[in-house]
T-cell receptor
Framework: GENVEQHPSTLSVQEGDSAVIKCTYS??????FPWYKQELGKRPQLIID?????GEKKDQRIAVTLNKTAKHFSLHITETQPEDSAVYFC????????????????FGKGTHLIIQP | SAVISQKPSRDICQRGTSLTIQCQVD?????MFWYRQQPGQSLTLIAT?????????ESGFVIDKFPISRPNLTFSTLTVSNMSPEDSSIYLC????????????FGQGTRLTVV
């Protein structure tokens, strides 16, 4: 099955600086890569996603890049703000053998992002 | 995005008992999923709840322990059976659709404590 590795486990950056979180996956058939932000005691919130036919996607201060050949994808947050402090999870979805589609997600272990004022 | 409601939001249960968690979606969805998030950990897929057929379980999870129902395209239940303290976790349902890798959204979760 799919295996997703996520680094670093903890990331501390100064407010206003950029943060980068990296993930690798093992199954070359994976084709959907979402990122979630989870604040303490709350559900994971989808913040951005990318599909395997796209190399980069941006939404305001957040961007995701995907390198299919190397099987890694990254989350970039620019101009970080205190409200960006949370745990971030990457995930990968591999289509089922019966014909593709949104099958369950395999998650990385998470990155605790701390924004220092 | 779909609105997903889970209940109960939390419960404290005695070991050896069972708890059924409900997940209701405000629109029809092809696929629903159940995840477990142990304290301070990441999310692990338990099973895919298929409407009209048996759920598909991931390695390490079995139907006798986590029976799932999916009577229609907007509702599913997960039962945690014969609970032990190791089952203390947050259980989350999620929705998606086959064929397009649509975004996966989560319910608010059920925080289960087994004593």
């Amino acid at each position: 099955g799919e295996n997703v590795e996520q680094h670093p486990s903890t990331l501390s950056v100064q407010e206003g600086d950029s943060a980068v979180i990296k993930c690798t996956y093992s199954d070359s058939a994976s084709n959907y890569f979402p990122w979630y932000k989870q604040e303490l005691g709350k559900r994971p919130q989808l913040i951005i996603d990318i599909r395997s036919n796209v190399g980069e996607k941006k939404d305001q201060r957040i961007a995701v890049t995907l390198n299919k050949t190397a099987k890694h994808f990254s989350l970039h947050i620019t101009e970080t703000q205190p409200e960006d402090s949370a745990v971030y999870f990457c995930a990968a979805s591999t289509p089922s053998g019966s014909g593709g589609g949104a099958d369950g997600l395999t998650f990385g272990k998470g990155t605790h992002l701390i924004i220092q004022p | 995005s779909a609105v997903i409601s889970q209940k109960p939001s939390r419960d404290i249960c005695q070991r050896g008992t069972s708890l059924t968690i409900q997940c209701q979606v405000d629109s029809q969805v092809t696929m629903m999923f159940w995840y477990r998030q142990q304290p301070g950990q990441s999310l692990t897929l338990i099973a895919t709840a298929n409407q009209g057929s048996e759920a598909t379980y991931e390695s390490g999870f079995v139907i006798d322990k986590f029976p799932i129902s999916r009577p229609n395209l907007t509702f599913s239940t997960l039962t945690v059976s014969n609970m032990s303290p190791e089952d203390s976790s947050i259980y989350l349902c999620s929705v998606g659709s086959r064929g397009g890798n649509t975004e996966a959204f989560f319910g608010q979760g059920t925080r289960l404590t087994v004593v």
